[in-house]
């Protein structure tokens, strides 16, 4: 079956009755295109370049078929040879995906092959027809866009360049793009799957710009990553400033700015305007320049815009893109997720610049094969690095996996809007968030020398554990003993112990909380440091020997997500636009609400949470939580022998020695327990919510003299037992006696 006959059936296959290209026309376009062929000797060199790109399109359908025969091989084999393995249905599905989108790209590229040809060769011969064509392309990156731009791609095993036809959701990401240079002015941000097109977009955009700089100005554009062998490598197609010199080499001649050199396979390294991480604009005076991120990225130079790939791997992200961000209005960050500590996933929750994301479920070629099938030889923190944009998932070999922030984080509005006694009322009518009164709290601390780079810091925590019987308000949940981290104070670099014991009384005075201290615990090797604390500022401190491996397992469990068939107790009710969070821990972050709120995010589909920016959003807790974990010399070792890895783990110290022992559950209170060994028809619920005047006070009057009984039992020092109980003990006499 031939290119032609192939089409015919994909038509009849694809769009039976509304086809959009008329296969007859299409057969005479492609005999006329071929019989111009001839031309090609006589071409400059990068008119040759692209009609041999567009005649390798047009006739890719011809190498499908074995393609094909290779795939159904390796079907054939896989039933053969792995029977009984439970992939092996997932195995065969991702094969068969990929014969289906092999098929359509390369139909889809043949088809756009055939209308640039057409269009390209009418304007060949004619100076006047590529006059308007270079205005048109001036007018709208949309047109240059749909008729100029390429990709070249080497996995591919039947299209090595084909045309850059891009998707509904890459079509927005350009406009996204283009307003963010140059009407908005701004920074921003986008995260995303990877192989999805955005390095290619931001490429083919740069030499638009290049090449038709907005007005009468210059366009100027530094692109960075963080190493220089991903800005470029000279025949490397991987590499950015490769990626921009094959767009440039599939250009027509009579768009090439003139004067310039370097278009060709061949140039040699001294060609003046495409050299290493260097192009430059001979007519307009634009360049495209690379360089390595470091703390001094773009200090010196001014440009239209700055391009952080891969934002995410970036050693220096922070301090590069403060340089950068003097010598620009737009820096452009893109990356995929690489956990949560570092400069990219902080600017990507912030809330202060424009972000997008390009997940994998917006591609249309991307369904759940495709997705089951990668996920057969990636780890689930590659699965969620490289795929799902899963910040908190995307660190191996993490010590606590079960920490997720949507179950985890919560605000102090939560927590004040849920549990019973959790505000305070100051003098002038505000309401202040506090732990209730009868709470049980314990604090740790872990002392460091707290130097600039944070490696070793000086860290006071604070705990606090739900008394028993405590309720949600919204899904009445019993939170009985559940332990929440509410406080957390990092002493500023070489603090001494006069301060950090002032900052600690400071903190807990509004609400008393020292002298509701059940235990206060600090690591044993600053011995002095917890002598002075108790001898001269009254905080007794007790030591705790810290070990590599002690409290992890408590600390797991506690984070645990359990009852999946209930409602967080934290999280609002359906809604028609968001759906429910189920399943629970045992252990909770409260946060200001600026730093811990939890959103619906209609991109991934998933709710979202706010990153902490300082002590108020316990940032170090939960950076450290995210990205403790076991190096790999520890793989394969046993779990109690296995040591994580002794960086960056000051405030899991003082998780793991509290976890040891946390603050018990304070019991009820007298008038609590008596309140429950009431029937449930005596209890005060069931005299607010009668109506009827003579039931109520029947109901008081039963109350009262039950309560009566029960003093009168405590009178005689008697053992005061619930009216169940009494009613068990007479029950038991009489059948004894029968």
């Not at 095993?157 to 045309?163: G, H």
């Not at 206060?520 to 810290?546: F, G, I, K």
């Not at 006070?697 to 005061?720: D, F, M, V």
């Amino acid at each position: 079956m031939n290119f032609e006959e192939l089409e015919i059936k994909s038509q009849i296959d694809v769009k039976p009755k509304n086809t959009d290209i008329n296969v007859l026309k299409l057969k005479m376009k492609l005999q006329e295109l071929k019989s111009r062929a001839a031309k090609y000797k006589s071409l400059a060199p990068n008119d040759a370049s692209l009609f041999a790109a567009l005649d390798m399109c047009i006739e890719s359908p011809n190498n499908l078929k074995g393609e094909f025969d290779k795939i159904d091989k390796a079907i054939a084999r896989i039933k053969r040879n792995m029977r009984g393995d439970a992939r092996t249905e997932t195995r065969i599905d991702y094969l068969e995906y990929e014969k289906w989108s092999l098929r359509e790209t390369t139909i889809r590229a043949f088809k756009e092959a055939v209308r640039r040809k057409e269009h390209l060769f009418n304007l060949l011969d004619s100076e006047e027809k590529q006059k308007v064509e270079m205005e048109k392309c001036s007018e709208s990156f949309d047109y240059w866009f749909d008729n100029y731009a390429w990709i070249v791609d080497p996995r591919n095993t039947i299209l090595f360049a084909f045309p850059f036809e891009r998707y509904p959701f890459q079509r927005e990401a350009t406009e996204w793009i283009n307003d963010l240079i140059f009407v908005l002015r701004s920074h921003g941000l986008i995260d995303k799957s990877r192989d999805m097109g955005v390095t290619w977009l931001v490429v083919c955009l740069f030499v638009y710009y290049w090449l038709f700089p907005r007005g009468n100005s210059q366009f100027h554009a530094l692109i960075t990553s963080y190493r220089e062998d991903e800005v470029d490598q000279k025949g490397v197609p991987g590499t950015i400033f490769e990626k921009i010199r094959s767009q440039i080499r599939f250009l027509p001649s009579w768009m090439l700015p003139e004067g310039f050199k370097g278009t060709s396979k061949g140039s040699s390294k001294d060609d003046a305007h495409i050299s290493h991480m260097r192009i430059v604009n001979p007519q307009n005076g634009s360049t495209i320049v690379g360089t390595t991120a470091n703390a001094e990225t773009g200090r010196s130079g001014r440009y239209s815009v700055v391009f952080f790939d891969e934002s995410a791997s970036i050693k220096d992200d922070e301090s590069s893109a403060s340089a950068a961000s003097q010598s620009t209005k737009c820096c452009l960050f893109v990356s995929t997720p690489k956990g949560k500590l570092n400069y990219f996933a902080k600017k990507r929750f912030s809330g202060d610049i424009p972000v997008l994301s390009f997940h994998w479920k917006k591609h249309p070629y991307k369904d759940e094969r495709w997705y089951k099938g990668q996920k057969l030889n990636m780890s689930s923190e590659m699965i969620a690095q490289e795929l799902d944009i899963d910040y908190d998932a995307s660190q191996p070999g993490k010590v606590y996996p079960a920490y997720d922030e949507r179950y985890h984080v919560i605000t102090k509005s939560d927590f004040m809007r849920e549990v019973e006694g959790a505000t305070a009322v100051e003098m002038d009518g505000t309401r202040r968030f506090r732990i209730p009164l009868e709470w049980h709290l314990s604090r740790a601390h872990d002392w460091g020398s707290s130097d600039s780079n944070g490696e070793h810091a000086n860290i006071t925590m604070w705990f606090a554990t739900a008394k028993q019987g405590t309720k949600t308000k919204t899904h009445g949940l019993d939170i009985s003993g559940s332990v929440f981290i509410y406080r957390m104070h990092t002493a500023p670099p070489h603090s001494t112990v006069r301060a950090v014991a002032r900052s600690v009384h400071i903190l807990q005075a509004p609400d008393k909380e020292q002298h509701r201290m059940v235990q206060e615990l600090m690591s044993h090797e600053a011995l002095s440091e917890r002598d002075t604390y108790s001898q001269e500022h009254d905080l007794q401190y007790v030591q705790w020997n810290t070990d590599y491996n002690s409290g992890i397992a408590q600390v797991r469990d506690y984070l645990e997500i359990q009852y999946t068939h209930q409602p967080h107790p934290f999280r609002p009710k359906k809604t028609k636009e968001t759906p429910l969070l189920k399943g629970r821990p045992m252990i909770y972050l409260i946060v200001d609400d600026d730093q811990g709120e939890c959103y619906f995010d209609w991109t991934t589909q998933k709710y979202q949470v706010r990153p902490g920016k300082d002590d108020k959003g316990l940032a170090r807790l939960r950076a450290e939580f995210g990205v403790y974990h076991y190096p790999k010399s520890e793989t394969g070792k046993a779990v109690k022998k296995q040591k994580p890895e002794k960086i960056f783990d000051d405030a899991m110290d003082c998780v793991r020695c509290m976890a040891v022992t946390f603050p018990p559950v304070a019991d009820y209170t007298i008038g609590e327990r008596l309140e429950l060994d009431l029937p449930t028809n005596l209890r005060n619920d069931a005299g607010r919510k009668e109506e009827d005047p003579t039931e109520k006070a029947r109901i008081w009057l039963a109350r009262q003299s039950y309560i009566n009984e029960h003093k009168l039992l405590q009178k005689h020092k008697q053992p005061a037992k619930s009216r169940r109980d009494e009613l068990y003990s007479r029950a038991k006499e009489r059948a004894g006696r029968r």
